[in-house]
């Protein structure tokens, strides 16, 4: 394993935004043969009960952006001061340019920061402190706005009872600074990308592209069941394709021992730290992860994925905000560990002393008056293809 300290950087605060729409389980009946008791099965075996699902028009950037306002708002930060925008989705708005350019231009932020995405998931968070850190330390930025969002709901086939029912909509923002005497910050990364294919999208991108071949879209756009009649196809509408016994396993066997490796570097036991926050994969696993980390119960939550589902990148700032919003007005002592693991295969761990944090909290989104709809943003490039001027 390998490790990185940082000195003289801090977290200073995280806001995090979801939608207003709540999906239940019980909404779903018809999934589940109008049976209530398979959906009290599945509630009480993974701590699933409800998510968040953006509506339609409602991107990661809209997201992430609403959660950067607040947290500037609260903070009094000037903006002008931020010299870093990192973004970290798999659901960007466009897939090119990258997210980070359109919440550069929606917070108005300066023509000197530098931006780009990161392409990540359940482990993102961990990922973008740590690229972050990397800046503040070394003196190339002294301000970096970091938001990782996601917004999964509009690329699942809702019949499929693996992945739809378990991911929710968010979009966080935290600021990262330099900041003279700060506590350290320890990070461990890992990667393992022979499990690629535990969770991938297949189709889309240059391995297996869209083709215009009638032919070849046939194939392309198939819908093949499994055994429990989940459909899936390679890149029709529901192409999230997920091996979650794999990457049970893959959590059990590795992240364990990568968070006690980490905190033994550290010179810490589990006693030494107030709380492990785990990614919120579904409750089921961050409890048994937790336990075989040597955390009791009730010190890693996990009622953060059972209101809000699993958020993937953004679970564990979402944790922060919805979990620990009163300790951090009260400036309790906040010593924590981050873990984040999941797709690529990948993980990461952060520890610190994260006292002082500003913790915006939770907030429901807030959509404008009029949004465009698809067919008005297809329009509106149709005529930007022709030449003519929207005025």
Request: proline content about 5%.
């Amino acid at each position: 394993m390998s490790f990185s300290e940082f000195a003289n950087v801090r977290l200073g605060a995280v806001a995090a935004v979801v939608p207003r729409e709540e999906v239940r389980l019980e909404d779903e009946l018809a999934y589940y043969n109008n049976d209530i008791r398979k959906v009290e099965r599945i509630r009480k075996m993974a701590g699933l009960d409800r998510r968040r699902i953006a509506p339609e028009g409602v991107t990661v950037s809209d997201l992430c952006v609403q959660a950067a306002e607040r947290l500037l708002a609260e903070t009094g930060t000037d903006r002008a001061g931020i010299d870093a925008l990192v973004c970290v989705t798999q659901a960007g708005d466009y897939p090119m340019p990258a997210s980070a350019f359109l919440q550069q231009k929606a917070l108005g932020l300066s023509t000197d920061c530098a931006v780009f995405d990161v392409n990540l998931g359940c482990s993102g968070y961990v990922y973008g402190l740590w690229l972050a850190a990397c800046m503040i330390a070394s003196g190339a930025r002294r301000r970096v706005l970091l938001t990782v969002g996601e917004a999964y709901f509009r690329y699942l086939d809702p019949a499929n009872r693996i992945v739809a029912p378990i991911f929710g909509d968010a979009g966080t923002a935290s600021l990262l600074e330099y900041a003279e005497g700060a506590a350290p910050l320890s990070f461990s990364l890992g990667s393992d990308g022979s499990g690629f294919e535990a969770l991938v999208r297949p189709g889309g991108g240059a391995s297996i592209p869209h083709l215009p071949d009638a032919r070849e879209s046939d194939a392309y756009l198939a819908v093949v069941r499994d055994a429990g009649g989940n459909p899936w196809s390679v890149g029709g509408f529901g192409n999230t394709w997920m091996d979650g016994e794999a990457i049970f396993e893959f959590t059990m066997s590795v992240v364990p021992e990568h968070i006690r490796a980490h905190l033994d570097h550290c010179g810490l036991v589990p006693e030494d730290l107030d709380f492990l926050v785990l990614h919120q994969a579904n409750g089921q696993i961050v409890q048994n992860l937790a336990a075989a980390a040597g955390f009791p119960p009730g010190r890693a939550p996990w009622a953060t994925f059972a209101k809000y589902g699993n958020q993937a990148g953004a679970s564990i700032p979402c944790v922060i905000c919805d979990q620990f919003k009163e300790r951090c007005e009260a400036r309790q002592r906040l010593h924590l560990a981050l873990c984040g693991f999941g797709i690529g295969l990948s993980w990461g761990s952060c520890v610190g002393d994260f006292t002082g944090l500003h913790c915006c909290g939770i907030h429901d989104f807030t959509a404008p008056a009029s949004p465009a709809s698809r067919a008005e943003r297809i329009a509106y490039w149709h005529r930007k293809f022709a030449g003519e001027s929207d005025g």
